[in-house]
């Protein structure tokens, strides 16, 4: 059995190759299987401490959920 990581985006997206693009390189680079999901409401990402503060809830929410549906890392 292979781990599953979980790659979160930081920023929101339906753009499915960019949401997939980080999880792409671990999975060719390292053999590893990945989930990748984005936030919600955060089009632009984090960059400030405003969107860092409004990020970090979804952030936590969202890798508890990922847990929840079997993610090991």
Do not use: N, Y
Request: net charge negative; glycine share 8%; charged share 30%.
């Amino acid at each position: 059995m292979s781990v599953l990581v979980g790659v979160i985006r930081v920023l929101t997206t339906d753009d499915a190759d960019l949401l997939a693009a980080h999880g792409k390189i671990l999975e060719q680079e390292f053999g590893l299987r990945t989930l990748s999901r984005c936030i919600p409401d955060q089009p632009t990402g984090i960059h400030d401490d405003e969107t860092e503060r409004l990020a970090v809830p979804k952030i936590v929410r969202l890798g508890r959920e990922m847990a929840a549906e079997g993610v090991d890392v």
